[in-house]
């Protein structure tokens, strides 16, 4: 589930990438318009060619994160079958922690930006969130499928973001084996 880069071909799409990874690094108010065009080798101009704002690549950045992710689940669920959740929960909570801030997961890289963020992206967000989470109630099957579908993103979430926030190795892996413990019981 690691995200390509983008080739040198099409100039929307690698500033869409390079604003993936500029808003997970330095979040929305820490991203400029200059350092995220440069990211994708471009120019302030070229961004401007394609975006009417950073609003709008940041939305494009969400939209694409939580795809990503939703990419991710399917093709779990395509190769583990009804067993899909163990292994998902173990790689996300696992491998995926390993990666650069700037490839981490859109959920809880972009939550707390588009809390602040305008009607439009929250809508977007929204959208892309509903996706996501029928996806993964599919994968449930069952009685409250809904449910447990949000209660497993939200323990992935929240893991994330509390691991990738401390600084002490020890309390990182605890935090981890517990989130795991709890995701794997719903």
């Given at each position: 589930?690691?995200?390509p880069?983008k080739?040198?071909?099409?100039?929307?799409?690698?500033?869409?990438?390079a604003?993936?990874?500029?808003?997970?690094?330095?979040?929305f108010?820490?991203?400029?318009?200059?350092?995220?065009?440069?990211?994708?080798?471009?120019?302030?101009?070229?961004?401007?060619a394609h975006?009417d704002?950073?609003a709008d690549a940041?939305?494009?950045?969400?939209?694409?994160?939580?795809?990503f992710?939703?990419?991710?689940?399917?093709?779990?669920?395509?190769?583990?079958?009804?067993?899909?959740r163990?292994?998902?929960?173990?790689?996300?909570?696992?491998?995926r922690?390993?990666?650069?801030?700037?490839?981490?997961?859109?959920?809880?890289?972009?939550?707390?930006?588009?809390?602040?963020?305008?009607?439009?992206?929250r809508?977007?967000?929204?959208?892309?969130?509903?996706?996501?989470?029928?996806?993964?109630?599919?994968?449930?099957?069952?009685?409250?499928?809904?449910?447990?579908?949000l209660?497993?993103?939200?323990?992935?979430?929240?893991?994330?973001d509390?691991?990738?926030?401390v600084k002490d190795?020890?309390?990182?892996?605890?935090?981890?084996a517990?989130?795991k413990?709890?995701?794997?019981a719903?």
């Open positions: 589930m690691a995200r880069r080739d040198e071909g099409d100039a929307r799409a690698r500033l869409v990438d604003a993936g990874r500029g808003f997970r690094t330095g979040g108010g820490g991203a400029g318009v200059d350092a995220l065009a440069k990211g994708a080798g471009l120019t302030s101009g070229a961004f401007y975006f704002s950073k940041f939305r494009l950045a969400v939209a694409d994160g939580l795809a992710l939703r990419g991710g689940v399917s093709q779990f669920q395509e190769r583990y079958g009804s067993g899909w163990d292994p998902f929960i173990d790689f996300y909570l696992g491998e922690m390993e990666v650069g801030l700037d490839e981490a997961c859109a959920l809880p890289s972009f939550s707390s930006d588009v809390a602040r963020s305008d009607a439009a992206t809508a977007v967000y929204q959208a892309e969130l509903e996706r996501l989470v029928d996806l993964v109630a599919h994968g449930f099957r069952g009685a409250h499928a809904r449910q447990r579908a209660a497993l993103l939200a323990i992935l979430t929240g893991a994330a509390l691991a990738r926030a190795d020890g309390i990182r892996r605890d935090i981890l517990a989130a413990v709890a995701a794997k719903i």
